[in-house]
């Protein structure tokens, strides 16, 4: 059964950083492309990042270019997000999410329950 | 990168037809066939519905449908069922290596 339990969601200060994790299971981790999903209070969805099954591969929301990190260790089948400089429009609930295939084109076949973050004085 | 433009809202009764549309450009939605759709019931993470236009996943009814033409794809919900009721979102590869969503629709069924 795939599974993707994401963590490291909390309530920060604006300008700090947060580095969320993905921790997958129940499939060969290294095949496929992985994406970071949020979703605001209320609101849609938003993508912000993606990275092929090899990592050479990577893409950012221009919301969050030059703040955060996509990065991925097939040796550990594990997703990150490392954000810096967070800003109260990041607020929101970050979902990990599987690619279909190994490139980052393709659609999201298996998502996780989310970590909430929460930018905040 | 711009969003995906989608009607804020569509509603159909029990066994109606209703379609949503997604409008984007000639850099995503026209331009490439990985076009999706999702399903966000409230509180529930989104779930594949349709991938590369008109594919449906396993386990999907065939009450599903996808389209595009031009810069325009659409879901199409055939034989609307109460638990249809939901948020869609629609997805495309805008290419290097970036995707966009559409700002959702809420399907109510009637």
């Known amino acids: 059964e795939v599974q993707l339990v994401e963590s490291g969601g909390g309530l920060v200060q604006p300008g700090r950083s947060l580095r969320l994790s993905c921790a997958a299971s129940?499939?060969?981790?290294?095949?496929?492309?992985m994406h970071w999903v949020r979703q605001a209070p209320g609101k849609g969805l938003e993508w912000v990042s993606g990275i092929n099954w090899n990592s050479d591969r990577i893409g950012y929301a221009d919301s969050v270019k030059g703040r955060f990190t996509i990065s991925r260790d097939n040796a550990k089948n594990s997703l990150y997000l490392q954000m810096n400089s967070l800003r109260a429009e990041d607020t929101a609930l970050y979902y990990c999410?599987?690619?279909?295939?190994?490139?980052?084109?393709?659609?999201?076949?298996?998502w996780g329950q989310g970590t909430l973050v929460t930018v905040s004085s | 990168q711009s969003a995906l433009t989608q009607p804020p809202s569509a509603s159909g009764s029990p066994g109606q037809s209703v379609t949503i549309s997604c409008t984007g450009t000639s850099s995503d939605v026209g331009n490439y066939k990985y076009v999706s759709w999702y399903q966000q019931h409230p509180g529930r993470a989104p779930k594949l519905t349709i991938y590369?236009?008109?594919e449906r996943p396993s386990g999907v009814p065939d009450r599903f449908s996808g389209s595009k033409s031009g810069n325009t794809a659409s879901l199409t919900v055939s034989g609307l069922q109460a638990e249809d009721e939901a948020d869609y979102y629609c997805?495309?590869?805008?290419?290097?290596?970036?995707?966009?969503f559409g700002g959702g629709t809420k399907l109510t069924v009637l």
């Open positions: 997805s495309s590869y805008a290419g290097s290596n970036n995707m966009l």
């Open positions: 590369e236009v008109s």
């Open positions: 129940g499939f060969t981790f290294d095949d496929y492309a």
């Open positions: 999410a599987r690619g279909r295939g190994s490139g980052i084109a393709a659609a999201d076949d298996y």
